[in-house]
Nanobody, 125 residues
Framework: QVQLVEAGGGLVQAGGSLRLSCAAS????????MGWFRQAPGKERNLVAA????????SYTDSVRGRFTISRDNAKKTVYLQMNSLKPEDTAVYYC??????????????????WGQGTQVTVSS
């Protein structure tokens, strides 16, 4: 069982930066692939970035590649999302998630077993 708590959301002007963090409980955090998803009002929840259990493999959706960076610190049981050059279209609730054991995919919400409560990111123009 993994419990996830996000922090770091807020209101920022376009072009600004935010750093989201997701703290995990449980002894096996280092065995879970992790992802950051976002969901805007009236839209589906979509993957923003994913990181493998070891941190050696990263993946980003095209719209954030080069602006966002996902990382993890397994000793601190924390995954991060550094967001730079923010745009109004990045406005959404951001969720961190831990992959379901044994699932090979990582792009769909159904590939993840545990979710945080979400943190609001609002980018003003």
């Amino acid at each position: 069982q993994v419990q996830l708590v996000e922090a770091g959301g807020g209101l920022v002007q376009a072009g600004g930066s935010l750093r989201l963090s997701c703290a995990a409980s449980g002894r096996t955090f280092s065995t879970y692939g992790m992802g950051w998803f976002r969901q805007a009002p009236g839209k589906e929840r979509n993957l923003v970035a994913a990181i493998s259990a070891s941190g050696s493999s990263l993946s980003y959706t095209d719209s954030v590649r080069g602006r966002f960076t996902i990382s993890r610190d397994n000793a601190k049981k924390t995954v991060y999302l550094q967001m730079n050059s923010l745009k109004p279209e990045d406005t959404a609730v951001y969720y961190c998630a831990a992959k379901a054991p044994g699932r090979l995919g990582f792009t769909n919400p159904g590939d993840y077993a545990y979710w945080g409560q979400g943190t609001q990111v609002t980018v003003s123009s």
